[in-house]
């Protein structure tokens, strides 16, 4: 079994995460700062947002650290998955505030307080907008080009924190130029609504990795570096599996090879098989084969030359596809990997 982490990305995850509480801090000053001068819903339902986003960024910055913890003793699958807790609770965070954005906004609605200094409020959620979106686009590189799921969470949030601030400042515009003030406590329900939406999904979308739900794009790109590094006498992948425990991938799979390969030969030549993959595979992990001998019933598929035990003529290799990674053997071998009959 080949293992590879990167120490490095662990490095870059934490800076971000950094950067992320700072800033997420200073955006919501000014948002505050912002509903103080306007008095207005629409604003406050902003600010709200904001509050989620300076709590779930220090959340993130301990998650963060805990995820990066090598493996252990009462941990051997490391601690990546703390990372979807993060993301998660982000998600809970978000729906939470929607809730008190749109009980705060029909109590507006039902009291008639009309906002005050739109304008000057309007710019400065702008500039915190401009803020969010220089930081959501950042984070959201970071986190998948070093593989956490708590920082691309975050990004995604604060870049619908930005659509959101955006909807606010479009709204508070009509209010300014229609002099309707019902207007603004409506436009904070939509926001509330936006946001329940999108908490919602993230919470799902982390639930997904808790469980181990399938991932299409990692399994795609596991297909392409086990189809890019394979050589004769790796004949065929099958019942692949994988554990995802943040940015650290634990593969399972049973990988078939001549039967008449004797176990140095069988340890060598997988060892080089695994390490290639892992290194092409973008993120950090480790596989561990079950090694089928070939029972002469994949002769077709095999392109081993001089095969001493060949009964039947190579015509094509089978292609590493999801399908067929995850599926079991093909039809034509199925009896004899479930008897053992040659």
């Known amino acids: 079994?080949?293992?590879?982490?990167?120490?490095?990305?662990?490095?870059?995850?934490?800076?971000?995460a950094w950067i992320s509480a700072a800033a997420s801090l200073a955006i919501f000053l000014l948002k505050i700062g912002a509903y103080r001068l306007t008095g207005s819903a629409a604003v406050l339902s902003d600010a709200l947002e904001s509050i989620v986003n300076v709590v779930a960024s220090i959340v993130a910055l301990f998650v963060i650290r805990f995820a990066s913890q090598p493996a252990d003793h009462e941990h051997p699958y490391g601690h990546g998955k703390a990372e979807y807790f993060s993301?998660?609770?982000?998600?809970?965070?978000?729906?939470?505030?929607?809730?008190?954005?749109?009980?705060?906004?029909?109590?507006?609605?039902?009291?008639?307080?009309?906002?005050?200094?739109l304008e000057i409020g309007v710019l400065i959620i702008g500039v915190a907008a401009a803020l969010n979106?220089?930081?959501?686009?950042?984070?959201?590189r970071v986190g998948r080009k070093h593989h956490s799921e708590a920082l691309v969470a975050s990004g995604a949030h604060v870049i619908s924190d930005v659509t959101t601030t955006v909807g606010v400042m479009v709204g508070l515009g009509l209010v300014i130029w229609t002099k309707i003030?019902?207007?603004?406590?409506?436009?904070?329900?939509?926001?509330?609504?936006?946001?329940?939406?999108?908490?919602?999904k993230i919470v799902r979308s982390s639930w997904g990795g808790l469980l181990d739900e399938m991932d299409e794009g990692a399994l795609e790109n596991l297909a392409q570096s086990l189809e890019k590094n394979r050589h004769p006498g790796i004949i065929?992948?099958?019942?692949l599996r994988i554990i995802r425990s943040g940015s650290f991938h634990h593969v399972d799979a049973h990988l078939v090879v001549p039967e008449y390969?004797?176990?140095?030969?069988?340890?060598?030549?997988?060892?080089?098989?695994?390490?290639?993959?892992?290194?092409?595979y973008p993120f950090d992990g480790e596989i561990a084969f079950h090694v089928d001998p070939c029972k002469k019933s994949y002769c077709e598929i095999c392109n081993v030359e001089n095969c001493p035990i060949r009964r039947a003529p190579f015509q094509s290799l089978r292609p590493?596809?999801?399908?067929?990674?995850?599926?079991?053997?093909?039809?034509?071998?199925?009896?004899?990997?479930?008897?053992g009959n040659r």
């Not at 109590?107 to 005050?116: G, V």
């Not at 406590?185 to 999108?198: S, Y």
């Not at 065929?236 to 019942?239: M, N, P, R, V």
């Open 320 to 339: 590493f596809t999801v399908k067929s990674l995850t599926d079991g053997p093909t039809p034509t071998n199925q009896l004899a990997y479930e008897t």
């Open 87 to 117: 993301a998660a609770f982000e998600g809970g965070l978000i729906f939470f505030a929607a809730l008190m954005i749109i009980g705060e906004s029909v109590k507006a609605l039902l009291m008639h307080e009309p906002a005050q200094k």
């Open 261 to 280: 390969w004797d176990v140095l030969k069988t340890h060598t030549e997988t060892t080089a098989f695994e390490g290639k993959v892992v290194q092409d």
């Open 1 to 16: 079994m080949v293992t590879v982490a990167s120490t490095s990305s662990e490095k870059f995850r934490n800076r971000a």
């Open 181 to 200: 003030p019902w207007l603004d406590p409506a436009i904070a329900i939509l926001v509330g609504l936006q946001l329940a939406w999108q908490g919602s």
């Open 236 to 239: 065929d992948i099958h019942h």
């Open 133 to 140: 979106l220089v930081l959501g686009i950042f984070l959201k």
